[in-house]
């Protein structure tokens, strides 16, 4: 039996396919730029990598891709061979807190609660329905990229406002990225040969989305994304923490309530500043001369460093800086801004290393580990299989 795990974010779908027994990756693959001018569809099986460009302007016809693929590659014949497949969803609010079956009232909870995440609810929902309709009598669980958050203190997920926003509401910090947070403080305990319990790490999720999370004895104490994925550091297109005062003033100025919630999401971040949203094409912008990319770069790097200073603070001291995600994990210039100046708490980068992309990025010197690892937000559900085993036996029959 198979397991099919999909993660279909903003722009992307990553999709991997697993022997249950083994719990080895059949096929590994990535969807990205979905709805811009050149989409492309890479992935890895039997050792072997494979890159194809094509046109793909939603998920839906990406999904179609994939499904496809499987086929054609002879990984799977009917969807009989699954023994359930699993959907990273971004927004569980504080109804889902752990792996879940869905029926027809968990996806609607899910749908009611997407205006939280209106970039990453709606795409997760679109693979789910897109996989029900391919493999109708299969279980499907979602994972709640909340959930890993749900043990931050009430210090720290409220906001000052007032109480019955969060009550009647559910005005709070949820945090996201909790999959790819836990997946790499793992592999850091083990790195580093020490219970993740005895650990205080700082991890950051870099990629087209960018959350930081503050880890304490192997538990999210405090996270940089809040209500909605929009919170936190500057991002692709997402325009991170700013005073709340300018979404008033700019509607007094006569924007809607729709223009500017669209342009936080889709129009600012890196895109806002320098009209580029990829990491890549803005790194090579400024290398190029380019004032404003150069600028991009530099305020991106700035804000990830004061998360790090702050929750360095809140944890009382760090045994390690994790990076990860698409820019975390390929941006070396990135990570090495990121930890200028910070021998004062104990950090310190080796150029060389960092240059080469090697696990550990840190100098002999330096007391805090600075570690890249890769990311597997499609490897992490597997690892509760537990969980999802006991889902999908209680079905009825």
């Known amino acids: 039996m198979k397991i099919l795990v999909l993660n279909s974010g903003s722009s992307s779908i990553k999709y991997a396919l697993f022997e249950m027994q083994s719990k080895a990756a059949l096929i590994t693959g990535l969807i990205e730029r979905i709805g811009e001018q050149a989409s492309v569809h890479s992935y890895h099986v039997d050792s072997h990598d494979s890159k194809l460009d094509m046109l793909i302007d939603t998920h839906q016809q990406g999904l179609t891709v994939i499904f496809n693929a499987l086929s054609e590659l002879g990984l799977i014949e009917t969807s009989t061979e699954l023994m359930c497949i699993g959907h990273r969803v971004v927004h569980g609010g504080e109804y889902f807190h752990q792996p879940t079956l869905i029926d027809e009232q968990v996806l609607a909870k899910i749908k009611q609660i997407s205006n939280l995440a209106p970039l990453h609810n709606p795409a997760n929902i679109m693979g789910i329905e897109a996989a029900t309709a391919y493999a109708e009598n299969i279980p499907q669980v979602a994972i709640f990229d909340t959930a890993f958050h749900q043990t931050m203190p009430a210090y720290a997920y409220q906001y000052a406002v007032p109480q019955a926003w969060y009550i009647e509401n559910g005005v709070r910090r949820y945090g996201f990225h909790g999959t790819s947070h836990f997946y790499v403080a793992k592999q850091a305990a083990d790195y580093l040969h020490k219970p993740l319990?005895?650990?205080?790490?700082?991890?950051?999720?870099?990629?087209?989305?960018?959350?930081?999370?503050?880890?304490?004895?192997?538990?999210?104490?405090?996270?940089?994304?809040?209500?909605?994925?929009?919170?936190?550091?500057?991002?692709?297109?997402?325009?991170?923490?700013?005073?709340?005062?300018?979404?008033?003033?700019?509607?007094?100025?006569?924007?809607?309530?729709?223009?500017?919630?669209?342009?936080?999401?889709?129009?600012?971040?890196?895109?806002?500043?320098?009209?580029?949203?990829?990491?890549?094409?803005?790194?090579?912008?400024?290398?190029?001369?380019?004032e404003l990319a150069q600028l991009a770069l530099a305020m991106y790097s700035y804000r990830l460093k004061k998360y790090i200073g702050a929750y360095s603070a809140v944890l009382g001291g760090v045994d390690a800086i994790i990076f990860t995600g698409g820019i975390g994990?390929?941006?070396?210039?990135?990570?090495?801004?990121?930890?200028?100046?910070?021998?004062?708490?104990?950090?310190?980068?080796?150029?060389?290393?960092n240059q080469q992309g090697d696990y550990n990025i840190s100098t002999d010197n330096s007391r805090v580990k600075v570690l890249v690892i890769a990311t597997n937000e499609e490897l992490e559900p597997i690892k509760t299989l537990s969980r999802i085993f006991v889902l999908c036996f209680l079905l009825p029959s």
């Open 197 to 290: 319990a005895a650990l205080n790490l700082i991890t950051l999720h870099l990629g087209n989305g960018a959350s930081v999370t503050a880890i304490s004895q192997g538990k999210s104490v405090d996270t940089s994304m809040g209500m909605t994925p929009l919170e936190g550091v500057m991002m692709g297109t997402r325009s991170g923490d700013l005073d709340p005062a300018i979404i008033f003033y700019l509607q007094r100025l006569g924007f809607s309530a729709e223009k500017i919630e669209k342009a936080l999401n889709k129009e600012s971040g890196l895109k806002g500043i320098c009209n580029a949203n990829d990491m890549r094409a803005v790194q090579k912008k400024a290398a190029a001369g380019d």
């Open 329 to 353: 994990e390929n941006a070396a210039d990135i990570r090495q801004a990121c930890c200028s100046d910070l021998s004062f708490m104990g950090i310190e980068v080796d150029k060389q290393a």
